[in-house]
Structure formats: structure tokens, C-alpha cells
């Protein structure tokens, strides 16, 4: 799957850009490409697209991609519950569907393992000052760092000074902190900056926690990002903040809201321990589009402003 996923990059990359970037898509547009798999067992290939690249694994992608291909009839679907294998750069995922009345109405998956780098770090930001981060890997490398601290709330209202302050800490890790993946050096890349803050306990809330990513590029992610949360379970797991089994609630900016917990514990990737992660969402079709690429269109690749 990193093989597929350098070929993509070095000879798909135009329609990559056609189909997420403007006036198709926008700056914040992500993607599920799927592809024949890996394994002889499995049911596609992965990739994950966004305005710069690829990355090598997506949970709320894992999510959509299992819903819509079983209610697009590409799976056949098996109640109560039915399979679907991706082979992902980062690892296999089996994601199962909860089949009810032929709809999906929720998708849960073993994540691949996830694992801690380092805690309680420091790093002086450009025009931000002195920022505390932890480092953590859930299929993805994320920095977490506390929003209160930056006296910032994760509020719609604020998510181009999200962005912006997001995308500033996370130049300035990308340019100082070395980060290795212990199995898979193409996977040793920083994805983005995840702050995260406590949500006043009101009747109407269920999540634990209020996560916003970042990534790298500068693209905010409207989900509270399921990679991203099996990261913070290793955090967690790490502090014995939370116990084996124990759901965990993150909460997006959008108020979405996504479930993990831990199932395995023990594992080892190097020499980092590692834990096993289920992630828990659901994800809705909205539709099915024709898009037209004009060879004569100056602009057929797509464009940002």
C-alpha cells in the first residue's frame, strides 16, 4: 500500500487536485481512493487524499468508505453485521457495519496500534511562545496540545485562528522534532497538531473531550478525528487515566462525536509499548456526482486561494 500510494503521488496526483481543490472541492476537502488490496483476503486498497497529498490512514475515511460501500451495493451487506478489509499504508483494518433496517447505522473498527513518543514536551513557536505538547502515534503522528493554555476556544467561530495557529506549531515541530516510525520509515511524518479542551458538563453533552485537528497544511478537520483519539488512548493508557474497555468520547468542532476504547494492551512496535484501539462512529451518503475535466481548461488541476 505505500507502494500504490507513491505511484498515486507520482502519476495520479492531477486528479487528485482536480477533484479536491476548488472550484470541485475546497481547501478543508478530504478523500477515500479506492484500490485492488494488498492482501489476497481483503476487500479494497486505501488511500487517503487531502489538498496536499496522501496520508496513511484515516478512521472517519474507514468510516465513510465502509458505509458507502455497502450502501452503494459494492459489499453485499449481512445482518446484523458485515465486514469490510481495508488495506491501508498503515496497516490492515477490518471495519464492521451495524446492519439495521438495511441502512448502516454505525461502523467500529481495530485501529492499527497505536503507541506514545514522548509527553509532556516543550517547543518555543514563533509569535507563540513557550507550547507544551505530547507526541503520539494512532495510525497517524499527531502533536496534542491543551487549547486553554493558548486561550483559545474550539468554537466554529475561531477555526481560521485554529487553523492558523495550528498549522504555526506545527511548522515549527516539523523543522525541530525528529519523528520515526519504528516499523515503516515512510510513515515517520508529523500529520497535524490536536488541541483539545474539557467540555462544560451540561445535559446535553455526552463527549469526554473537545478535539479539533490541524494538519500540517493547514486543513481543519470537521470530525474529532478517530486516529488522532486512538493516539490520545495510548496517551492515556500510558497515564492510567482509563481503564481497558472504557469508552471515551471526542467531540469535533461540529459537534460530531466519535467513541474509542482500548481492547488489547501488551503489544510492542520497537521498542515503543503499544496498545490495540476500537474506534465507533457513523457517517451518511449525500449524494453521487459527475465532475467534468476540460483539457483545455487552464485550471483543470484545481486551485486554492
Known amino acids: 500500500m505505500i507502494e500504490k500510494c507513491s505511484y498515486a503521488m507520482a502519476h495520479l496526483d492531477h486528479l487528485r487536485g482536480s477533484l479536491l481543490l476548488e472550484p470541485r472541492g475546497h481547501a478543508d476537502m478530504y478523500a477515500c481512493l479506492l484500490t485492488p488490496p494488498q492482501r489476497v483476503d481483503s476487500d479494497f486498497g486505501s488511500l487517503f487524499l487531502h489538498r496536499s497529498g496522501v496520508c496513511p490512514m484515516s478512521a472517519h475515511g474507514v468510516i465513510a468508505a465502509a458505509t458507502l460501500c455497502i450502501e452503494a451495493g459494492i459489499v453485499s451487506a449481512k445482518s446484523p453485521e458485515t465486514l469490510v478489509k481495508f488495506d491501508t ?18 461502523v467500529y473498527f481495530e485501529n492499527v496500534p497505536s503507541f506514545v513518543v514522548a509527553q509532556m514536551q516543550e517547543i518555543i513557536v514563533p509569535e507563540v511562545g513557550r507550547v507544551t505538547y505530547d507526541l503520539a502515534y494512532g495510525g497517524e503522528f499527531y502533536a496534542y496540545v491543551d487549547a486553554r493554555k493558548l486561550n483559545i476556544a474550539l468554537t466554529p467561530e475561531n477555526m481560521n485562528e485554529i487553523a492558523a495557529l495550528g498549522a504555526t506549531i506545527a511548522s515549527a515541530l516539523e523543522s525541530r522534532c525528529q519523528i520515526s516510525h519504528p516499523v515503516h520509515p515512510a510513515l515517520s511524518i508529523l500529520s497535524g497538531v490536536i488541541f483539545s479542551e474539557e467540555i462544560p458538563r451540561r445535559r ?19 470530525s474529532p478525528s478517530g486516529t ?14 482509563v481503564d481497558m474497555g472504557q469508552p471515551w468520547i471526542a467531540e469535533g468542532i461540529l459537534g460530531g462525536t466519535l467513541t474509542g476504547k482500548t481492547v488489547r494492551e501488551g503489544l510492542a512496535l520497537g ?26 481548461d487552464r485550471l483543470k488541476e484545481g486551485f486554492l486561494i
Open 271 to 296: 521498542d515503543y509499548p503499544a496498545i490495540i484501539t476500537e474506534i465507533q462512529g457513523s457517517a451518511q451518503l449525500t449524494g453521487i456526482h459527475s465532475f467534468f475535466i476540460d483539457s483545455e
Open 204 to 222: 446535553d453533552v455526552v463527549a469526554n473531550i473537545r478535539q479539533v485537528c490541524v494538519f500540517t497544511d493547514g486543513s481543519l478537520d470537521r
Open 89 to 106: 499504508p498503515a496497516g490492515l483494518i477490518r471495519a464492521y457495519a451495524s446492519i439495521e433496517e438495511s441502512r448502516v447505522r454505525r
Open 228 to 241: 488522532a483519539l486512538s493516539g490520545r488512548l495510548a496517551l492515556m493508557h500510558a497515564r492510567h487515566e
